[in-house]
DNA sequence: CCGTTATGTCAGTTATATTGACATATTAAT
DNA sequence: ATTAATATGTCAATATAACTGACATAACGG
């Protein structure tokens, strides 16, 4: 099945195959990245949103309900269940805004972050390996190829993060 | 809030930060990925569960449940409900196995390629993209990278397409 | 004061997956 | 030939996680 031969001779079926092996790389890569924390969150009753929220505010510690309901593309009621989980088993806290006071600022506990590390311990050894074992070079060409596949809005968020090549450089 | 000054003096907090924007890269690309088929899907009232099995069937054509089930790694009460309705609509063709007749083989029919093709336009279109924008060496890294993520099950769906290396060459 | 915004919640529904038990047909092993 | 194991399918109950719609409160902005 899908032999070389046929490959070299018909540069169109070759093109088309390596998309669609970009389609099963993808597939297979974001679920096996996710089994293990899934696993994990099963002892807590939680799930990949609960991770998803933890994660997110983690990373942008004060963000408002609103802003975080813009990166998960979740309905309000679906955050609710979730967060109001987390705050009242005390991984997130919710603040009053000052300028604002209708916003609920949200952050992570110590106990929050404390999950959030066993939670993505594991996403962040496997992004490790792969990135030691590609090569400099190859973590570029990944960064790349994700970021172009991204939507605007989405690519918008590492824009910022990307232009100042901080981050370019190294990865050893 | 990530200064890049703290970057420069910190190579662990850049290796970190480096980590989590991987981790971030791969939600976001997974979402924005499937988000447009996944609204051609709701028009024939089929989800997400159908697309995989319409995929793999159709890059597997003759595969056996098994196998199948293998690949997506459901039970087979939930392939059985996706996959019966498939069947039930034209889209997909069991047919008994010859060696042993246990098996149910199953191809995809012409309105499956036809459904398949569809709903994997955006998908190829979105890969073609990034990875034309990219450039063929990016592509390559990329492609390392992902690999490099897969567990050892997954990655060996691949070694055998890409060790002969008909595929690293070109992405014109 | 009033329209809008940020957030929250109640209720009902839908989609999708799971587990467990069991049935049928077929193969393979003794 | 009988029997154990395999490939597949199905019924039933349950679980999860999302959705929509309606409504409520508090605070902002003019």
């Known amino acids: 099945m899908a032999d070389i031969s046929t490959r070299k001779v018909n540069p169109l079926f070759l093109r088309e195959e390596e ?15 996710t089994a293990e924390a899934d696993l994990l969150l099963e002892q807590y009753n939680f799930g990949r949103a609960h991770h998803r929220v933890i994660h ?8 408002n309900v609103s802003d975080l309901l813009a990166i998960l593309q979740i309905t309000k009621q679906s955050l609710s269940r979730v967060l109001s989980q987390l705050v009242r088993e005390g991984f ?16 992570v506990t110590e ?10 311990e594991n996403q962040r ?17 990944f960064r790349k ?3 172009g596949m991204l939507g605007a ?9 990307f232009l100042p090549n901080g981050l370019r450089r190294r990865q050893g």
């Open 111 to 120: 106990k929050g972050e404390e999950l959030e590390r066993k939670l993505s």
């Open 56 to 63: 997110f505010v983690s990373r942008n510690p004060g963000i």
């Open 19 to 33: 998309l669609r092996q970009g389609m099963e790389l993808l597939f297979y890569a974001y679920r096996d990245f």
């Open 153 to 161: 809005s989405d690519r918008a968020r590492f824009d910022d993060e």
């Open 145 to 147: 190829v994700m970021l």
């Open 92 to 107: 997130i806290e919710q603040k009053t805004g000052v300028q604002d006071r209708r916003q609920r600022l949200l952050t």
């Open 125 to 141: 050894t496997l992004i490790a390996n792969a990135y030691r074992e590609a090569g400099a070079e190859a973590v570029e060409g």
